[in-house]
């Protein structure tokens, strides 16, 4: 019955969505695509099985990291002729709610981060106690398979960390700043402390509010003027490295600026020399992977991983080879 | 009951008289008049935070740090100006936060997706930014639901169009860089330059930010507008029957809030020239806590826009002055909380004493 | 100037949609003349100073202002008229200072959208100076003076903006005697400077030491209306309380007085009569 209505809706979103296509996507038309998606049970009236992946993540709105992975998970979900639907809540809680949503749609599979992992736990076993395969991405590789996920995608903080350390040490740093722009986040924690494993120099941290840019710059630069002797500043999300670059030149500082994490922007910055290097995790592949590896595991019962995390990162993108990642970067994919 | 016992019952007996003869000859002195100004608890505040980061803080004296604790109180203060007027006249505004950004996206995304000079951008974000302050002031005259509601109603909207709008026009979250691009050197220069006073570069928001507390308190205190501002927010009921135009008062002080949301929208685009299309969110409470450091009434009808000015400084101050100390940054919030906790407490301290000695 | 009176109300009735509120109430006021219109609650009195203020519009009957028939839309209409209204409750706002009251909505500006602020605490001193409120300061909060003095400045606003006619609201209902006394000498002052004056109570004791002439409502209906000369003040108490009423009326009057403070409250009330009657 319920899947009856549900079809019938879904056929329609789908017309919206076309119609939205065409019309090249104004803001209510995009809206409409997302939540027709969402909502969707999938057209599955056509040849073959078409398989319906669902990805909740802890992602907030407009952030770029999060649109290249669901960027990826398209790019798969078209290649597998799978039905990809995405909805993201930073809460945990919420998060969880969606995923309960996503398996009261009977989807076939169940893409997740385990930002929060204690919120998480149940839902996901009640998702494989329901049968449906669930991948993690991202954040969770310490309690991915314990909670039942099939794999999981991601770039170890640690390591990823220790690969920034190195290069920060490489660029000749040897006082240098990690700005945290989300307090309390253990990603971003884990980064500045794996960075401060390998750097062998002093790696202070900096709390920055993220969501404010002003400020975001203030603050460094407050911290330039107060510590003159830092010569190295490591930020954790592509939009501040920027901003650092500034905020150095505001304060008179000869500070080199390193980031994680990658934008159409931060490449130029890097082939002009502003910026010295960014540790990718390739958030394209976690998309990618993810949905790839459910669509393998339901048509061929393959595994990626063996049980072990998959690392997508780090991948290390500096002056030499910015140019062969500048195409990619300018379509939002890397 | 006769008509004697009617005579016998006066209506209700008199509360205490006013205050004796004497006093009410007595003049305010130029000291007593400087006490029962709004912002004088905040400027205390202020003087006493800056003295303790001064001794906690070596960094803190220079005149550099000095400029950089201005530019932080900067951003949040030309936002205050208009939250603060806002609030006199009795009402919030929960969208200021994320119009910032929308201003700024707007202006971003016309100047690139129409191949325009960046001024194009930033006069059609103005028009756009102003008829969002029109529409929020229109909700809430038409619906007469509380400001608080129709104003978190329209920041969830913006929030979700600021992302669903760039990400339909560009692809990404964040908007295009416009630095190349035609009247960005001259747009960076009225809203994101440096001015160098005396050796030091000055960011040129500061001038703005003073510039625009001046303008409002000249408004506020020497014009008709500013009457009005304090009767809307006082009690609109009286002003109303006295007519004033309350309706149209406050859908200003809504349009006033956006003009500086505009002009820190420009500041976010031609200081970092791409906007990211998801910041902005819980910025409006800071401008409230300025407001309200600085005086405001959260129940409206009183305040000053000098006094917002003195709670931004603080805010600045509090919020660099803890990098400038370079306590442990797991504490941040804390201490942040914990000075600001000491700027309200010496601020009301000094209210309550003003209201007892008057 | 025309013969008529300054107001004339003929038979005038207005219906809240079943209710009757009013029904064929008519009335006279001129200038120089103070009209006190009594009632208890629910008698119709707030509905007729709405008429009179603009802010209803009759269903029945005439309303005529110096002659001119009328339909006032909103209170503005009646303000252009020379009609202002003092409502008891929404008078002032307390939290500015008496001088930008006094101008409120009126404010007195010299170009570039200035206001001319000497001009306007001279003028509210000299006006609420000539009324007998002597200020400390006209910067203080109009909160910070008595509920008879914000009153008084309420009325004093509305005279020197140029009313031709005042229309009070229950002006004494909320305050003690001293304080009505006050606001009591200031109807008699705005009579002498030549305005129509109509005055709201359910006070006979305030309304008969300054009334010329006294309308008594009830249930919608007018049951008196008669000239000073007519009616005496224990005649206007008993008709305005009649019967029943009066028991109730004590009872209302009793509850909220402090027994220690009754006997002394109520000389003073007497004396503040006595020292009114001789203005009239």
Not at chain 1, 67 to 79: E, S
Not at chain 3, 30 to 55: P, Q
Not at chain 3, 146 to 162: D, L, M, N, P
């Given at each position: 019955?319920?899947?009856?209505?549900?079809?019938?809706?879904?056929?329609?979103?789908?017309?919206?969505?076309?119609?939205?296509?065409?019309?090249?996507?104004?803001?209510?038309?995009?809206?409409?695509?997302?939540?027709?998606?969402?909502?969707?049970?999938?057209?599955?009236?056509?040849?073959?099985?078409?398989?319906?992946?669902?990805?909740?993540?802890?992602?907030?709105?407009?952030?770029?990291?999060?649109?290249?992975?669901?960027?990826?998970?398209?790019?798969?979900?078209?290649?597998?002729?799978?039905?990809?639907?995405?909805?993201?809540?930073?809460?945990?809680?919420?998060?969880?709610?969606?995923?309960?949503?996503?398996?009261?749609?009977?989807?076939?599979?169940?893409?997740?981060?385990?930002?929060?992992?204690?919120?998480?736990?149940?839902?996901?076993?009640?998702?494989?106690?329901?049968?449906?395969?669930?991948?993690?991405?991202?954040?969770?590789?310490?309690?991915?398979?314990?909670?039942?996920?099939?794999?999981?995608?991601?770039?170890?903080?640690?390591?990823?960390?220790?690969?920034?350390?190195?290069?920060?040490?490489?660029?000749?740093?040897?006082?240098?700043?990690?700005?945290?722009?989300?307090?309390?986040?253990?990603?971003?924690?884990?980064?500045?402390?794996?960075?401060?494993?390998?750097?062998?120099?002093?790696?202070?941290?900096?709390?920055?509010?993220?969501?404010?840019?002003?400020?975001?710059?203030?603050?460094?630069?407050?911290?330039?003027?107060?510590?003159?002797?830092?010569?190295?500043?490591?930020?954790?999300?592509?939009?501040?490295?920027?901003?650092?670059?500034?905020?150095?030149?505001?304060?008179?500082?000869?500070?080199?600026?390193?980031?994680?994490?990658?934008?159409?922007?931060?490449?130029?910055?890097?082939?002009?020399?502003?910026?010295?290097?960014?540790?990718?995790?390739?958030?394209?592949?976690?998309?990618?992977?993810?949905?790839?590896?459910?669509?393998?595991?339901?048509?061929?019962?393959?595994?990626?991983?063996?049980?072990?995390?998959?690392?997508?990162?780090?991948?290390?993108?500096?002056?030499?080879?910015?140019?062969?990642?500048?195409?990619?970067?300018?379509?939002?994919?890397? | 009951?006769?008509?004697?016992?009617?005579?016998?019952?006066?209506p209700p007996?008199?509360p205490?008289?006013?205050?004796?003869?004497?006093?009410?000859?007595?003049?305010?002195?130029?000291?007593?008049?400087?006490?029962?100004?709004?912002?004088?608890?905040?400027?205390?505040?202020?003087?006493?935070?800056?003295?303790?980061?001064?001794?906690?803080?070596?960094?803190?004296?220079?005149?550099?740090?000095?400029?950089?604790?201005?530019?932080?109180?900067?951003?949040?203060?030309?936002?205050?100006?208009?939250?603060?007027?806002?609030?006199?006249?009795g009402?919030?505004?929960?969208?200021?936060?994320?119009?910032?950004?929308?201003?700024?996206?707007?202006?971003?995304?016309?100047?690139?997706?129409?191949?325009?000079?960046?001024?194009?951008?930033?006069?059609?974000?103005?028009?756009?930014?102003?008829?969002?302050?029109?529409?929020?002031?229109?909700?809430?005259?038409?619906?007469?639901?509380?400001?608080?509601?129709?104003?978190?109603?329209?920041?969830?909207?913006?929030?979700?169009?600021?992302?669903?709008?760039?990400?339909?026009?560009?692809?990404?979250?964040?908007?295009?860089?416009?630095?190349?691009?035609?009247?960005?050197?001259?747009?960076?220069?009225?809203?994101?330059?440096?001015?160098?006073?005396?050796?030091?570069?000055?960011?040129?928001?500061?001038?703005?930010?003073?510039?625009?507390?001046?303008?409002?308190?000249?408004?506020?205190?020497?014009?008709?507008?500013?009457?009005?501002?304090?009767a809307v927010g006082g009690s609109a009921d009286s002003a109303r029957a006295v007519g004033v135009?309350v309706?149209?008062?406050?859908?200003?002080?809504?349009?006033?809030?956006?003009?500086?949301?505009?002009?820190?929208?420009?500041?976010?685009?031609?200081?970092?020239?791409?906007?990211?299309?998801?910041?902005?969110?819980?910025?409006?409470?800071?401008?409230?806590?300025?407001?309200?450091?600085?005086?405001?009434?959260?129940t409206g009808g009183?305040?000053?826009?000098?006094?917002?000015?003195?709670?931004?400084?603080?805010?600045?101050?509090?919020?660099?002055?803890?990098?400038?100390?370079?306590?442990?940054?797991?504490?941040?919030?804390?201490?942040?909380?914990?000075?600001?906790?000491?700027?309200?407490?010496?601020?009301?301290?000094?209210?309550?004493?003003?209201?007892?000695?008057? | 100037?025309?013969?008529?009176?300054?107001?004339?109300?003929?038979?005038?009735?207005?219906?809240?949609?079943?209710?009757?509120?009013?029904?064929?109430?008519?009335?006279?006021?001129?200038?120089?003349?103070?009209?006190?219109v009594?009632?208890?609650n629910g008698?119709?009195k707030s509905t007729l100073i709405k008429?009179i203020a603009?802010l209803h519009?009759?269903?029945?009957?005439?309303?005529?202002?110096?002659?001119?028939?009328?339909?006032?839309?909103?209170p503005?209409?009646?303000?252009?008229?020379?009609?202002a209204t003092v409502y008891q409750d929404l008078a002032v706002v307390p939290l500015m200072?008496?001088?930008?009251n006094?101008?409120l909505g009126?404010?007195?500006?010299?170009?570039?959208?200035?206001?001319?602020?000497?001009?306007?605490?001279?003028?509210?001193?000299?006006?609420?100076?000539?009324?007998?409120?002597?200020?400390?300061?006209?910067?203080?909060p109009i909160g910070t003076l008595s509920g008879g003095e914000r009153q008084c400045v309420a009325i004093?606003r509305a005279?020197?903006?140029?009313?031709?006619?005042l229309i009070l609201d229950e002006p004494t209902a909320a305050l003690g005697?001293?304080q009505a006394?006050?606001v009591?000498?200031?109807?008699?002052?705005?009579?002498?400077?030549?305005?129509?004056?109509v005055f709201i109570t359910h006070n006979?004791?305030h309304?008969?030491?300054?009334?010329?002439?006294?309308?008594?409502?009830?249930?919608?209906?007018?049951?008196?209306?008669?000239?000073?000369?007519?009616?005496?003040?224990?005649?206007?108490?008993?008709?305005?309380?009649?019967?029943?009423?009066?028991?109730?009326?004590?009872?209302?009057?009793?509850?909220t007085?402090?027994?220690?403070?009754?006997?002394?409250?109520?000389?003073?009330?007497?004396?503040?009569?006595?020292?009114?009657?001789?203005?009239?």
């Amino acid at each position: 019955m319920r899947r009856g209505t549900a079809e019938r809706r879904s056929s329609r979103g789908l017309r919206a969505l076309a119609v939205a296509g065409i019309l090249g996507g104004a803001l209510a038309l995009s809206a409409c695509s997302s939540s027709g998606g969402k909502k969707s049970e999938g057209g599955g009236d056509g040849a073959g099985p078409r398989l319906k992946i669902a990805m909740i993540t802890h992602s907030g709105p407009g952030d770029t990291f999060w649109d290249i992975v669901q960027k990826g998970a398209q790019a798969a979900a078209a290649k597998d002729n799978a039905e990809f639907l995405y909805s993201a809540d930073p809460d945990g809680g919420k998060q969880a709610q969606l995923v309960q949503a996503a398996i009261d749609k009977k989807v076939d599979g169940i893409v997740v981060t385990f930002a929060k992992p204690d919120a998480l736990k149940d839902v996901v076993a009640r998702a494989t106690a329901a049968k449906i395969p669930v991948v993690s991405i991202n954040s969770g590789a310490d309690v991915s398979a314990r909670f039942g996920a099939v794999a999981h995608f991601g770039q170890d903080e640690s390591i990823a960390g220790e690969a920034a350390g190195r290069e920060l040490a490489r660029i000749g740093a040897k006082n240098a700043l990690c700005v945290v722009h989300e307090q309390g986040n253990v990603g971003l924690e884990d980064r500045c402390a794996g960075a401060k494993k390998t750097f062998g120099g002093k790696l202070e941290n900096l709390f920055v509010q993220g969501t404010n840019m002003p400020q975001v710059k203030s603050s460094i630069t407050a911290k330039l003027q107060a510590d003159k002797g830092v010569d190295g500043i490591l930020t954790l999300g592509a939009p501040f490295a920027a901003t650092a670059v500034d905020a150095a030149k505001e304060a008179g500082s000869q500070a080199k600026v390193g980031t994680f994490d990658m934008n159409k922007d931060l490449i130029a910055s890097i082939k002009s020399g502003t910026i010295r290097f960014a540790v990718d995790q390739q958030p394209y592949l976690q998309g990618y992977g993810a949905v790839d590896e459910l669509w393998l595991l339901k048509t061929n019962g393959n595994v990626i991983g063996g049980g072990r995390p998959v690392l997508t990162g780090p991948a290390i993108v500096t002056k030499d080879n910015a140019a062969s990642l500048e195409a990619f970067a300018d379509r939002g994919t890397r | 009951m006769g008509r004697a016992a009617a005579e016998a019952l006066p209506p209700p007996p008199s509360p205490p008289p006013p205050p004796a003869p004497d006093e009410r000859m007595a003049r305010r002195s130029p000291v007593r008049l400087l006490l029962g100004r709004p912002e004088l608890g905040a400027l205390l505040g202020a003087v006493a935070l800056f003295a303790f980061f001064s001794l906690v803080a070596d960094a803190f004296l220079q005149a550099g740090s000095f400029s950089t604790v201005l530019y932080a109180g900067s951003t949040f203060g030309i936002m205050a100006v208009g939250v603060s007027l806002l609030m006199i006249g009795g009402e919030f505004d929960l969208s200021a936060g994320v119009m910032v950004t929308t201003a700024a996206l707007i202006a971003a995304l016309v100047s690139y997706q129409f191949t325009l000079n960046v001024w194009a951008g930033v006069l059609v974000s103005l028009v756009l930014t102003l008829a969002l302050g029109m529409v929020n002031g229109l909700l809430y005259v038409k619906t007469g639901l509380p400001s608080f509601i129709i104003t978190l109603a329209t920041f969830f909207m913006l929030a979700g169009a600021n992302l669903g709008v760039t990400k339909a026009v560009t692809g990404n979250v964040a908007t295009d860089s416009v630095r190349d691009m035609d009247g960005f050197g001259t747009a960076r220069a009225v809203f994101a330059s440096d001015v160098d006073v005396l050796g030091v570069n000055v960011n040129v928001t500061v001038f703005w930010w003073l510039g625009f507390v001046a303008i409002a308190t000249w408004i506020l205190l020497r014009t008709r507008i500013g009457n009005w501002i304090f009767a809307v927010g006082g009690s609109a009921d009286s002003a109303r029957a006295v007519g004033v135009p309350v309706a149209r008062t406050k859908i200003g002080l809504f349009m006033g809030v956006a003009f500086c949301g505009w002009f820190s929208g420009m500041h976010l685009v031609f200081a970092f020239a791409t906007v990211q299309s998801g910041e902005g969110v819980g910025n409006e409470f800071f401008y409230i806590i300025c407001a309200v450091i600085g005086g405001c009434l959260l129940t409206g009808g009183y305040g000053s826009a000098i006094g917002a000015a003195i709670g931004a400084f603080i805010f600045g101050m509090t919020n660099k002055g803890i990098v400038y100390a370079e306590w442990n940054p797991d504490w941040f919030k804390f201490f942040l909380g914990a000075m600001l906790l000491i700027a309200t407490v010496v601020n009301l301290v000094v209210r309550r004493r003003v209201e007892r000695s008057k | 100037m025309s013969e008529a009176p300054l107001i004339r109300l003929s038979g005038v009735g207005k219906n809240h949609g079943s209710i009757i509120a009013l029904r064929e109430v008519s009335l006279e006021v001129d200038a120089g003349e103070v009209l006190c219109v009594l009632g208890d609650n629910g008698a119709g009195k707030s509905t007729l100073i709405k008429i009179i203020a603009g802010l209803h519009r009759h269903d029945a009957g005439g309303y005529e202002v110096a002659g001119e028939p009328v339909s006032f839309g909103s209170p503005r209409d009646a303000l252009a008229r020379g009609i202002a209204t003092v409502y008891q409750d929404l008078a002032v706002v307390p939290l500015m200072p008496v001088w930008r009251n006094f101008f409120l909505g009126s404010e007195k500006r010299k170009g570039l959208g200035r206001m001319d602020i000497d001009h306007m605490r001279r003028t509210t001193r000299a006006e609420l100076g000539e009324m007998g409120i002597d200020l400390r300061d006209v910067d203080q909060p109009i909160g910070t003076l008595s509920g008879g003095e914000r009153q008084c400045v309420a009325i004093a606003r509305a005279v020197h903006f140029g009313a031709r006619a005042l229309i009070l609201d229950e002006p004494t209902a909320a305050l003690g005697v001293k304080q009505a006394g006050t606001v009591l000498r200031y109807i008699v002052q705005a009579r002498e400077r030549s305005l129509a004056v109509v005055f709201i109570t359910h006070n006979p004791h305030h309304a008969y030491p300054v009334g010329d002439r006294f309308l008594i409502l009830k249930r919608g209906r007018s049951i008196g209306y008669h000239p000073k000369g007519e009616i005496t003040r224990d005649e206007l108490t008993a008709l305005m309380a009649g019967g029943a009423e009066l028991e109730q009326l004590a009872h209302e009057l009793q509850s909220t007085q402090d027994s220690d403070a009754g006997a002394a409250a109520a000389t003073a009330l007497t004396k503040e009569a006595e020292r009114l009657r001789p203005a009239d």
